[in-house]
Nanobody
Framework: QVQLVESGGGLVQAGGSLSLSCAAS????????MGWFRQAPGKEREFVAEIKWTDSNTRYADSVKGRFTISRDRTRNTVYLQMNSLKPEDTAVYYC????????????????WGQGTQVTVSS
């Protein structure tokens, strides 16, 4: 059974930084992708960033490009999301996600989810 356990998040002022981490247990995604989605109140869950486990290729949503950085530690089976220059519109519950073999596209094609962690950015 795969488990994704998130940590990090919290409250920060606009312009500040936060870091999230997600540790996978049960198996490594040696041929898959891990990443992050987020969901603000009343909105659909949306893609934020992903990293390909084999070669660390990354992809970002346009809304976070240049501000967020995703990385991974293969030895710890952990993926990280460094969030800089945070804006109030980044406020959401952030979910770690993993998918075997294929890229994370929409929330409907994710194989495994973390429990979610709240990120709140005050103006």
């Amino acid at each position: 059974q795969v488990q994704l356990v998130e940590s990090g998040g919290g409250l920060v002022q606009a312009g500040g930084s936060l870091s999230l981490s997600c540790a996978a247990s049960g198996r490594s995604f040696s041929n898959g992708y891990m990443g992050w989605f987020r969901q603000a109140p009343g909105k659909e869950r949306e893609f934020v960033a992903e990293i390909k486990w084999t070669d660390s290729n990354t992809r970002y949503a346009d809304s976070v490009k240049g501000r967020f950085t995703i990385s991974r530690d293969r030895t710890r089976n952990t993926v990280y999301l460094q969030m800089n220059s945070l804006k109030p519109e980044d406020t959401a519950v952030y979910y770690c996600a993993a998918r075997n073999f294929w890229a994370l596209t929409t929330q409907y094609e994710v194989d495994h989810w973390g429990q979610g962690t709240q990120v709140t950015v005050s103006s």
